[in-house]
């Protein structure tokens, strides 16, 4: 995937599909904790994507902005109850500006790992520093990338969903070296084979909270879920909270 560009997994196709393919049952607790947090906000989205968060989020009487690098995500955004009413800018969340402070500025769903180089992904909190106010946090939710060291030959096929009419298969390929995860969902059925594909450049928790300090921001706390379960040895994925 040389060529590979993140807008490439985020465009027409993948809109037309995202929301019947991204089911998240924690969507409810993840709203309630992020809620708390906005403490009456504003808060703002990087990735808003098609407003699974920041539409229920919003409706608690939040005002929530977004930022995202797709104008077809945000198009199905749009489409949705009061999605008109979210001010979205169009950019790539490391680098773009936007107007104002924010009380929480949350990123959730691994999407920080969409920045494709440990220097985007610093850049991005540098960029959510300059946008916090006194007191505000920033949220970050990512997978621990333990079980891609156990990976037989960096690389695995997983069935997502097998039916009469239709497979849905997850092709991935790890390098460890440059914690780059190339991975590929394939769809399989009587109109054709469909491909999306995605990459990721992954950090372990220690690394982000090594970002964090060098944007002027320190980890206040952190969890394995959005129910505050305690963060262990063998969690699988965290919720972290970082302030100045």
Excluded at 27 to 54: F, K, N, S, W
Excluded at 190 to 203: K, L, N, S, W
Aim: net charge negative.
């Amino acid at each position: 995937m040389d060529d590979y560009e993140p807008i490439t997994s985020f465009g027409e196709d993948t809109a037309e599909v995202y929301d019947e393919v991204d089911h998240r049952p924690d969507t409810p607790e993840t709203v309630t904790l992020l809620a708390e947090l906005a403490d009456g906000g504003p808060a703002l989205e990087l990735a808003v994507g098609t407003g699974r968060v920041a539409l229920p989020l919003a409706a608690r009487g939040i005002r929530v902005d977004g930022i995202d690098l797709s104008p077809a995500m945000v198009a199905k955004l749009r489409a949705k109850p009061g999605g008109e009413d979210l001010s979205v800018t169009i950019g790539d969340f490391a680098d773009v500006d936007v107007a104002g402070s924010y009380k929480l500025i949350f990123v959730v769903f691994n999407t920080l790992f969409n920045l494709l180089t440990q220097d985007e992904q610093v850049r991005c909190f540098v960029n959510v520093a300059r946008h916090l106010t006194d007191g505000g946090v920033f949220v970050v939710e990512a997978y621990v990338p333990t079980s891609l060291v156990r990976l037989r030959d960096d690389q695995y096929v997983d069935a997502e969903a097998v039916g009469v009419s239709e497979v849905r298969l997850d092709v991935a390929r790890h390098d460890p070296v440059a914690q780059r995860l190339e991975e590929n969902h394939v769809v399989l059925s009587p109109e054709g084979i469909r491909m999306f594909p995605v990459v990721q450049r992954y950090a372990w928790p220690a690394e982000l909270d090594l970002m964090a300090r060098i944007g002027g921001l320190e980890r206040h706390e952190r969890w394995s879920g959005w129910n505050r379960e305690p963060f262990t040895a063998t969690s699988d994925r965290h919720v972290s909270v970082y302030g100045r």
